[in-house]
T-cell receptor
Framework: DQQVKQNSPSLSVQEGRISILNCDYT??????FLWYKKYPAEGPTFLIS?????DKNEDGRFTVFLNKSAKHLSLHIVPSQPGDSAVYFC???????????????FGKGTKLSVIP | NAGVMQNPRHLVRRRGQEARLRCSPM?????VYWYRQLPEEGLKFMVY????????ESGMPKERFSAEFPKEGPSILRIQQVVRGDSAAYFC????????????????FGQGTRLTVV
């Protein structure tokens, strides 16, 4: 039973355009969401996070949007750059709502390719 | 301040041998998490440890797998009598405090150990 789903295994975007990566979750106990970026042969690197008390968090070119009613979040990258090409993982945790609050539940990832 | 250090980066073991994966958390971090990534899959939680304590091992297979985080030295993930299905990337992460306190504390990941069982 996949609690965090990234339904697009891959995405190609032209340099300078917007990249939109989507993530859906099923566990209503999740209240904290994170995006990690991963290059081949490296560990995941934290990118940006959002608490369930917010619906938007912005950091430079990266913005995460959260729609709690739809149990959906998205990562927007504007403008996209070739160096953004990587696998992006969505992760969620139940930080304040229950046992296992430290556990991160990951999606399967979306491979983003930014074409110069 | 070095990041999370994992070694070895690559480990090849024959079926039936033991695999030992090491993780040194970031300086000042006392919480360690192990995750496993199978091919074409996301990372799956295995175990959460603090110094000398296993807090949650609900993601660990019941047999052959064990983990420790001693008072001195790195955290060790140990896999006994490895089988081909154990082949995966094993990632360690650390954080200064756990999410239990409700703080927005990110976990920092190491580069992983890629275990190949032949």
């Amino acid at each position: 039973d996949q609690q965090v789903k990234q339904n697009s295994p891959s995405l190609s975007v032209q340099e300078g355009r917007i990249s939109i990566l989507n993530c859906d979750y099923t566990n209503s106990m999740f209240d904290y969401f994170l995006w990690y970026k991963k290059y081949p042969a490296e560990g995941p690197t934290f990118l940006i996070s959002i608490s369930s008390i917010k619906d938007k968090n912005e950091d430079g070119r990266f913005t995460v949007f959260l729609n709690k009613s739809a149990k959906h979040l998205s990562l927007h990258i504007v403008p996209s750059q070739p160096g953004d090409s990587a696998v992006y993982f969505c992760a969620a945790s139940a930080r304040t709502t229950g046992a296992g609050s430290y556990q991160l539940t990951f999606g399967k990832g979306t491979k983003l390719s930014v074409i110069p | 301040n070095a990041g999370v250090m994992q070694n070895p980066r690559h480990l090849v073991r024959r079926r039936g041998q033991e695999a030992r994966l090491r993780c040194s958390p970031m300086k000042g971090h006392s919480h360690v998490y192990w995750y496993r990534q199978l091919p074409e899959e996301g990372l799956k939680f295995m175990v959460y440890l603090q110094k000398e304590n296993i807090i949650d091992e609900s993601g660990m297979p019941k047999e052959r797998f064990s983990a420790e985080f001693p008072k001195e030295g790195p955290s060790i993930l140990r896999i006994q009598q490895v089988v081909r299905g154990d082949s995966a990337a094993y990632f360690c992460a650390s954080s200064p405090i756990s999410g239990v306190e409700g703080m927005n504390t990110e976990a920092f990941f190491g580069q992983g150990t890629r275990l190949t069982v032949v």
